[in-house]
C-alpha cells in the first residue's frame, strides 16, 4: 500500500507514494524546506482521515505553528485530532542518562502510536537525538524504532540537516529524500533541488528535480530540470 505525501508530483514520481511502514530521512539545510515538506505530509495525512504524531525537537509548537498558517495547506481545525503536536527537547546529560532517556521516549512513541492508531510520525528533527550518543548506539536505537514502527503500520519521515555527524543514518532507512539550495553561475540568484535517492521498493528516476516554495507548499517541476541545469554552478 502506498502513503501519498501530499505533494502530488512527488507522489506521481513514487507512483503514488511512500511505501506504508517506510522509514524516510529527509534531509537538507537551513531554510530548504524540511519542516514545510513534512507538515505537508501531516495535513494530507488529516485530510484522508489519518492521525499524524508531529514531534519537534527544536522548535516551540506556537513558533512552528504561526508560520505554517501562512500554508494554504494548513487547517487549524486538524490540530489536536488529527494533526498531534508534541515538544521534546532533548539536552545533553551523562551518556548513560541519555541513552536511557532516549529508550523510555522511543518506547513510549511506539506505545503511543498503536493505542490511538497514529498512522504517520514525524521527527522534526533527529539531529539532536543522534548528536549526543556515539554511532552504534545511535544506529542500534534509530533501528529498533522503524521496525518497532514499521511493525505496525506506521510511516515515518524524520529531519536531518546535512552535516556528515548523520551521514550515516541514509543505511538504516528504507528511503532518503534530499533538499538542496543550488546557487547559478549569476552567483545571486539559486534554486531549490530535490534528489530522491533512495526508495526501498519503488523504482524511481534519481536526477534533480527543481522545486520551489510558494504559498502552497513545496512543487516540484518535473519538466524544469533541463532548463536549469546548465546554469547550475559546477
Same mark, same amino acid.
Given at each position: 500500500?502506498?502513503?501519498?505525501?501530499?505533494?502530488?508530483?512527488?507522489?506521481?514520481?513514487?507512483?503514488?507514494?511512500?511505501?506504508?511502514?517506510?522509514? !524516510? &530521512?529527509?534531509?537538507?539545510?537551513?531554510?530548504?524546506?524540511?519542516?514545510?515538506?513534512?507538515?505537508?505530509? @501531516?495535513?494530507?495525512? @488529516?485530510?484522508?482521515?489519518? *492521525?499524524?504524531?508531529?514531534?519537534?525537537?527544536?522548535?516551540?509548537?506556537?513558533?512552528?505553528?504561526k508560520f505554517m498558517?501562512?500554508? #494554504?495547506?494548513?487547517?487549524? *481545525?486538524?490540530?489536536?485530532? *488529527? !494533526?498531534?503536536? &508534541?515538544?521534546?527537547?532533548?539536552?545533553?546529560?551523562?551518556?548513560?542518562?541519555?541513552?536511557?532517556?532516549?529508550?523510555?521516549?522511543?518506547?513510549?512513541?511506539?506505545?503511543?502510536?498503536? #493505542?490511538?492508531?497514529?498512522? /504517520?510520525?514525524? +521527527?522534526?528533527?533527529?539531529?539532536?537525538?543522534?548528536?549526543?550518543?556515539?554511532?552504534?548506539?545511535?544506529?542500534?536505537?534509530?533501528?529498533?524504532?522503524?521496525?518497532?514502527?514499521? @511493525?505496525?503500520?506506521?510511516?515515518?519521515?524524520?529531519?536531518?540537516? @546535512? +552535516?556528515?555527524?548523520?551521514?550515516?543514518?541514509?543505511?538504516?532507512?528504507?528511503? !532518503?529524500?534530499?533538499? #538542496?539550495e543550488v546557487p547559478?553561475?549569476?552567483?545571486?540568484?539559486?534554486?531549490?533541488?530535490? *534528489?530522491?535517492?533512495?526508495? /526501498?521498493?519503488?523504482?524511481?528516476?534519481?536526477?534533480?528535480?527543481?522545486?520551489?516554495?510558494?504559498?502552497?507548499?513545496?512543487?516540484?517541476?518535473?519538466?524544469?530540470?533541463?532548463?536549469?541545469?546548465?546554469?547550475?554552478?559546477?
Amino acid at each position: 500500500m502506498r502513503v501519498p505525501t501530499g505533494i502530488a508530483q512527488i507522489d506521481e514520481i513514487l507512483g503514488g507514494g511512500i511505501l506504508e511502514g517506510s522509514l !524516510v &530521512q529527509l534531509v537538507g539545510g537551513c531554510g530548504t524546506g524540511k519542516t514545510t515538506f513534512s507538515f505537508q505530509f @501531516a495535513f494530507n495525512a @488529516a485530510r484522508l482521515g489519518e *492521525k499524524t504524531l508531529y514531534i519537534t525537537t527544536g522548535e516551540p509548537i506556537n513558533k512552528m505553528v504561526k508560520f505554517m498558517k501562512e500554508f #494554504n495547506f494548513f487547517d487549524e *481545525k486538524f490540530i489536536g485530532d *488529527k !494533526v498531534i503536536l &508534541q515538544e521534546t527537547f532533548f539536552r545533553k546529560t551523562t551518556e548513560g542518562t541519555y541513552a536511557s532517556m532516549l529508550e523510555i521516549f522511543f518506547d513510549n512513541l511506539t506505545s503511543r502510536v498503536e #493505542n490511538e492508531k497514529i498512522s /504517520r510520525v514525524v +521527527i522534526d528533527s533527529v539531529t539532536p537525538i543522534v548528536l549526543f550518543l556515539e554511532e552504534s548506539y545511535s544506529r542500534e536505537m534509530l533501528s529498533r524504532l522503524g521496525t518497532s514502527l514499521s @511493525a505496525i503500520g506506521c510511516t515515518t519521515i524524520f529531519t536531518s540537516e @546535512a +552535516i556528515e555527524r548523520v551521514n550515516y543514518l541514509e543505511y538504516l532507512v528504507d528511503g !532518503v529524500i534530499e533538499l #538542496n539550495e543550488v546557487p547559478l553561475r549569476d552567483k545571486i540568484h539559486h534554486i531549490y533541488t530535490l *534528489k530522491i535517492k533512495k526508495m /526501498r521498493g519503488i523504482d524511481h528516476p534519481r536526477h534533480l528535480f527543481p522545486y520551489e516554495i510558494s504559498e502552497d507548499g513545496i512543487k516540484i517541476d518535473p519538466e524544469g530540470l533541463f532548463e536549469i541545469v546548465g546554469e547550475i554552478v559546477d
